[in-house]
């Protein structure tokens, strides 16, 4: 979030707060739905700034990363997948994943995680920028620390942030001294 996530997040934050009133004031049924990135940030926003409006926050990168995974094991797309998320959004961890036929492909992504994290060996076509091949390379670390779960990639923000702040620093002004 240090890089990119935060200046989109304040640039949000006033559009929020209208947005819920509309959605609060308009709306008696499910109410209203928003897929923001990051959601966590924004959906704690709305929270605070309308604690009566009925909005759900959801986030699309389980759904990415379960596409490298396919790509990982060589399968057409994450739809070949059985997958057990637990958590929300960006906070979370795959706890299962099997083939339509029931055969248990974590112990294949664990061994590929554990020295690759979620490079994929395709090109994706929306997370290809140098910063998302790092992400992708970070989940070794923070896959590290609980082998028995594969995890989101937003969770190295929370268990590796002064890696993450250092990271603008060396990239926008050359080595740290």
């Known amino acids: 979030m240090v890089r990119v996530g935060l200046p989109t997040v304040c640039a949000r934050l006033p559009g929020c707060w209208s947005w819920s009133i509309i959605c609060?004031?308009?709306h008696q049924g499910p109410g209203c739905s928003t897929t923001p990135n990051p959601a966590a940030i924004v959906a704690e926003a709305t929270r605070r700034l309308r604690p009566d409006a009925r909005?759900?926050?959801i986030c699309d990168m389980p759904v990415a990363i379960?596409?490298?995974?396919?790509d990982i094991l060589g399968l057409p797309s994450r739809k070949a997948l059985n997958v057990r998320y637990y958590g929300l959004n960006h906070f979370g961890w795959w706890t299962s994943i099997t083939?339509?036929?029931g055969n248990d492909l974590m112990p294949a992504l664990k061994r590929h995680?554990?020295?690759?994290g979620y490079s994929s060996p395709k090109?994706?076509?929306?997370?290809?920028?140098p910063s998302w091949i790092e992400t992708f390379k970070k989940v070794k670390d923070v896959f590290a620390l609980d082998p028995t779960t594969l995890p989101n990639t937003y969770l190295k923000y929370y268990l590796?942030?002064?890696y993450e702040v250092r990271i603008p620093t060396r990239s926008l002004r050359g080595p740290t001294r």
């Open 113 to 116: 995680v554990a020295e690759q």
């Open 160 to 162: 590796y942030p002064d």
């Open 24 to 26: 609060s004031s308009t």
């Open 55 to 57: 909005i759900i926050n």
């Open 66 to 70: 379960e596409g490298l995974f396919a």
């Open 123 to 129: 090109e994706d076509f929306q997370h290809k920028a």
């Open 99 to 101: 083939d339509k036929a």
